[in-house]
């Protein structure tokens, strides 16, 4: 606790103890996973003690570089020390060709980089003078001379990574990449009228559009003109197609009905490759073929034209990465995936570190602290579970958080689950009452990436803790790849002082289930009496929908659930970003884990990968006789109406409560 920098302090004391009991127990590699995962600068050392390798986490070295005009510093030696990406261009990537040729992305960079962070440019090349140059022209043009003061936090480089001469290449060298767009995506040309073969970049079409994959083997390749119409025979083979004339859809559907096995867009001359995508309606015709596009390759479109047999296969080479991050706190971290080639996977990432900086803050409020679990493995159908003695005087106060994290077995994201999950907080304090395994908390895990923590307020649910020896378990999918969790309780006093309120009882309501024809039918009207004293009534569910009819219900589909109180007023909650192509995008500010390895952009009904589930709270106190009695009812539609799925119906997770307050 020695540095300004480091708000950690307060979690060093558990940490310590956990390091002394166990982490001579564990392999040097668990060792340091261990460490990098709590995010704790422990190897934070003096520059002429430079670590020798670099994890998520570790502390980043002060260093300089310098620029085409002046010199980039860090830490900074003015001002408040914002978010840093750093990023190293190589236009040997066809996908970083694209994120810097496409104008839609660079106008992103320039127009949502959130204005705490800075970003520095490298190249990985010789050509780094020609590139700096190149990379801040491209913004400039973008920009359009409308004085952006987002210039002066956007740094350009002409030293070559591989001359730095200092630690920023070690990250970037060891962290290395593969798969999502990271590495070298490679087409390789073979004729018998060459020597060698001929190897040239590609970019893959957009990762959620085409279900193809490209085999390990030899292709074919024929010529196919420009793909625009109908008939021109590929059958079997990889179809070489110039660019223009219609669009990339039109092109791959003509070569899917002609039973190509792949298609190859080349860029006319003087063009960039583009990200190849559906737009519009074209995106609901689904294509099973691979498709990918390049540069016009003399030698290959000449071979081919002399009727020379041309074969064409797919590699990635691996390459150091291209991005990583220092956070506020001055530690490194990763950028996650990139699922297509834009700029807005910068501003995520930086927008989600202005967050977890916010969480920190937060974290920081005076609070009565209980430890649940304390990095624990969850996995299998048990999940993690504890014992937990409570302090008999959680009840006095009136605000309860849960403080959730879940990282991966490793300190890398590549070595974190690969599905998205529901995972789910139970708690029993009383074995035999009505108040066992009730769900507290509910998260959906991110695809691949470990860097979650959530605060949620779950206040209302205080009264479940109604004994001084509660069980906590946390589960997910049974078949789900570990992941590592860590939970504090958080008791405090509402800062409001209108707010005075005290929850001191919770009823059970409806719960959810197979979202079919007969889901409504199931559920009958609770009758319910407000207790004496009480001074507030709420509504508290839960509420998230699961699953793909041929809606996409219930993830992907626009559902609304009534509470139907005193068969008049109707509390409504309706999803109705489901199934948007960016809905989950506008939640990373409050901690929706971005950058993931999955379609996490999309909305979803009542929820988002690599986030808490936050509870929909209403106050019903005027709807409800205080005295006399009342009735509730919950009903739930999609489109207004009772659903009705031909097949595989969806299905609904809900809990829901009422709460008394006094
Ligand atoms: C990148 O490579 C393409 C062809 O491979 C070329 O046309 C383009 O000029 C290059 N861009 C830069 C900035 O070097
Ligand atoms: C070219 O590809 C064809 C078809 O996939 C394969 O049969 C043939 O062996 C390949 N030739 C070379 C030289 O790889
Ligand atoms: C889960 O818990 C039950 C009851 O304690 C136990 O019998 C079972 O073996 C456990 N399952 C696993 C996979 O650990
Ligand atoms: C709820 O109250 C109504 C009217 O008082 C009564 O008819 C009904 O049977 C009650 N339902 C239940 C489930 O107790
Ligand atoms: C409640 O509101 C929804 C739409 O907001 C409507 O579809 C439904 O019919 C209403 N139900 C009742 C009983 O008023």
């Known amino acids: 606790c020695s540095t300004v920098h480091n708000t950690m302090c307060p979690l060093v004391g558990t940490l310590l103890l956990i390091l002394s009991g166990l982490l001579n127990a564990f392999p040097p590699g668990v060792r340091a996973s261990w460490r990098a995962a709590q995010g704790v600068n422990l190897r934070a050392k003096l520059p002429s003690d430079e670590p020798t390798a670099f994890e998520p986490g570790d502390a980043a070295p002060a260093f300089r570089v310098k620029l085409l005009d002046g010199d980039f510093a860090f830490p900074p030696q003015t001002g408040p020390g914002g978010p840093v990406v750093v990023h190293a261009f190589t236009n040997k990537s066809a996908f970083l060709e694209a994120l810097w040729c496409s104008d839609q992305s660079l106008a992103d960079l320039l127009e949502t980089l959130p204005d705490t962070a800075r970003v520095l440019f490298l190249s990985l090349d010789d050509s780094a003078p020609a590139d700096a140059a190149w990379m801040r022209g491209q913004l400039h043009r973008v920009a359009s001379g409308s004085g952006k003061e987002v210039f002066s936090r956007l740094h350009f480089s002409p030293v070559p990574v591989h001359a730095l001469g200092n630690w920023v290449p070690r990250v970037l060298y060891s962290w290395g990449c593969t798969g999502h767009n990271c590495g070298l995506a490679q087409a390789v040309f073979t004729s018998p009228a060459w020597d060698i073969p001929l190897v040239a970049k590609r970019l893959n079409a ?135 080639p834009s700029f807005k996977f910068v501003t995520w990432q930086a927008e989600w570190l202005n967050f977890r900086e916010g969480l920190q ?184 929908g699961h699953g793909s009819d041929e809606n996409g219900c219930g993830e992907f589909c626009v559902t609304s659930h009534h509470f139907l109180v005193n068969k008049k007023f109707n509390n409504t909650r309706i999803f109705d970003s489901a199934g948007t192509a960016f809905g989950c995008t506008l939640h990373v500010g409050e901690g929706a884990v971005p950058n993931e390895h999955g379609t996490w952009l999309y909305g979803r009904g009542g929820w988002c990968d690599g986030l808490q589930v936050n509870p929909w709270r209403t106050d019903i106190t005027s709807q409800v006789d205080m005295r006399g009695s009342n009735t509730v009812l919950y009903f739930g539609l999609y489109d207004g109406r009772d659903p009705n799925p031909s097949s595989n119906p969806g299905y609904i997770i809900m809990y829901s409560y009422l709460v008394f307050y006094k």
Not at 269 to 291: F, K, W
Not at 419 to 426: E, P, S
């Open 361 to 544: 803050e937060r974290l920081r409020s005076p609070a009565l602290v209980v430890p649940v679990f304390e990095r624990v493995k969850m996995q299998g159908e048990n999940g993690s579970w504890a014992a937990v003695a409570l302090p008999s005087d959680v009840l006095d106060y009136n605000v309860m958080e849960l403080d959730a994290s879940l990282s991966c077995p490793g300190p890398r994201d590549e070595t974190c689950a690969h599905w998205d999950h529901t995972v789910q907080l139970f708690v029993c304090c009383d074995h035999f009452g009505p108040y066992c395994n009730m769900e507290l908390g509910r998260w959906i895990t991110a695809f691949r990436r470990g860097i979650g923590r959530w605060v949620t307020d779950v206040s209302p649910l205080l009264p479940l803790l109604n004994n001084e020896r509660c069980a906590f378990t946390m589960k997910t999918a049974p078949w789900a790849m570990p992941w590592t969790v860590s939970l504090n309780l958080r008791f405090s006093h509402s800062s409001r002082n209108s707010d005075e309120l005290y929850p001191f009882k919770v009823t059970t309501l409806f719960g959810g289930g197979v979202f079919d024809k007969d889901y409504n039918k199931r559920f009958k009207a609770i009758n319910f009496s407000v207790p004496v004293s009480t001074k507030q009534v709420e509504l508290y569910a839960v509420i998230t």
């Open 206 to 340: 957009r990762y959620d559009w085409l279900y193809g994959h490209w085999e390990q083997k030899p292709y074919r390749l024929t010529d196919a003109g420009d793909g625009c119409r109908p008939g021109a025979s590929a059958e079997g083979r990889v179809a070489w197609i110039s660019e223009g004339g219609c669009s990339f859809f039109t092109k791959v559907k003509n070569m899917a009905d002609s039973k190509a096995a792949g298609v190859l867009v080349y860029a006319l001359l003087g063009n960039p490759v583009q990200d190849m995508n559906c737009v519009g309606e074209e995106c609901y015709t689904a294509l099973n073929i691979p498709a990918a596009m390049v540069h016009l390759e003399a030698s290959v479109h000449n071979a081919l034209l002399a009727g020379l047999p041309v074969n064409v296969s797919f590699q990635t080479t691996p390459s150091p990465n291209v991005f990583f991050a220092i956070d506020q706190q001055g530690a490194l971290s990763e950028m996650g995936w990139f699922l297509y």
